[in-house]
């Protein structure tokens, strides 16, 4: 049995970042990194790069604070969205810049990670490499997996006899033949990684049915990369404090502008402001793209309302026109459910009966970490989604009282759009293999981590040996992934100086002091359900899925460790000025130098 001090799982873009900030903030210590993959890069691996494969975010938004991807180094120019093989050399390049390179372990499986009793804890990590399996003792536990490791790839009546390729989009690499030997292809999905697919086939010419549920959510909201009449760029748009303020936010507070954020929200002239904000961004959205243009166009109008809308909007980062695809091209939409699959032939509901050559699925993801905690229950106290009847942190009673709180701060939240009135579970429970815990069909807690981060139970607060990073949907990946891990390294030397909320009109209680334990809960509760009342088009309601509420959060998290949270030269470019990695270059040197003056 191997002895490490820290194992992070996963060399995905959380992991990295929380390996090298645990490295760099603790050099003496051991560190294993376990990805099951042959490569570096997680999402950006080279198993799940195609060839159209890029990212949404544009050059510049998408780096390391303290590691710049540079057009003299990696080839991209500014206004430029990143090919994906870009980002996975990148990602290489930091791993090997920083020292952890050699730390990580390639097609490396966790299977198992069981807690240790005493009070300092520890995991005992089963792991699984080349038809062998070992065991690996952890003195502290990063989970990096994120909420992309395992395709849902649900189970269609009738496949057995399909007779084609189906499959995940995430594995469209593994079946990149088809885009030369086939001839028409049905797509399945609505999210961006169904946009993607449709577009690989079209541009090639192979013919494309888009089946888009009927009973699901529709398509995501797509907009272009400059948005408003000002033609503002949307990656900084949505990091610019001041439209922020625009957005309700239950972890608003950390900004430290509490008295507009109480006007924006608690008068109803404030919500007649932020109303028409969103209005006028959903309109600009819809305008620019045409949607009413074109009867196909239209099949992809968005169903959502903009504002509660998350990871389910995207940007437009195509070199070619996707839209004449529709217009002009091979692309066909369908709004319709699967019913069923014959051989090569997908069944829809409205009676249509596609031929296809292969079924490409862009069906969401399992929302549990890929690997199985023991002793059994042990995810309840971890903070992992589990059924409400076993809920010790996440009850009813603690529910009903953040709600409670959350609604009479933000009075607009009542009024819930209906998105789809028959909205139902992608094909019930069908799909789940005897490996399953988690029924798709049945509804889970949230995460519910402190900071979506840290168990915030009794035993793990003491413990202190466990963190997940990564597991929160935004437009600020770079940004929150090196924050995190820094917070992570120093949440777990006990170095975080926690400090009591102030409270919504702005008096500090208690400055300096710690929160005791039931108010630590308490606000892990209010944030975990915060998001099914404000992010219900997304996946609120059971991850922490924010696209407008990404600054505060940083703030929240910087906020934590005593650093300065304000980081722009005065309050007008504070308000105005967009928050990029450039602002928390120098985040970890400040870290080090606040814990040495202590």
Known sequence: MENVDLVVIGAGIAGLTAAKAYHQLHNGKTITILDDKESVGGVWAKSRIYPELRTNNMLGTYQFPDF?????????????????IVVHEYLAR???????ADKIRFEHKVVTAEHQEGWDGGWMLTVEHGGETSLIFAKKLIVATGLTAEPFLPHIDGQEEFGAPLFHGANLLQHVDTLKTTHRVTVFGGSKSAWDAVYAYGTRGIQVDWVIRESGHGAVWMSPAYVTPLKK???????????????PCIWGFADGYNTLRNFYHGTALGRAITNIFWTVLGNDVITLNKYDSHPELKKIKPWSHPMFTASSFSIYNYPTSFWDLLTKGPVKVHIADITGLSHKKVHLSDGTQLPADALCCATGWKHVPPVKFLPEGIDVEVGLPHTPSKAKLFTKEAVEKADEEILERFPRLKDQPV???????LLGTKGLSTTDKINPSTPLTPWTLYRFMVPASAKFMQTRDIAFAGICMNFSTMIMAHIQGLWIAAYFADQLPVKTIPPVDGKRDRKGKAKTLEEVQHETILHARFGKWRYPAGKGALVPDFVFDAVPYLDLMVGDMGLKVHRKPGWLKEATEPYGPEDYEDLMSEWVEAVEKK
């Open 68 to 84: 710049p991807m540079t057009t003299e180094e990696f080839g991209v120019k500014p206004g430029d969205h990143i090919p994906g």
């Open 94 to 100: 930091y791993a090997e810049k920083f020292g952890i």
């Open 233 to 247: 760029w949307l990656e900084k748009l949505v990091n610019t404090r001041m439209l922020t303020w625009f957005s």
């Open 419 to 425: 998105q789809n009135p028959n909205l139902k579970p």
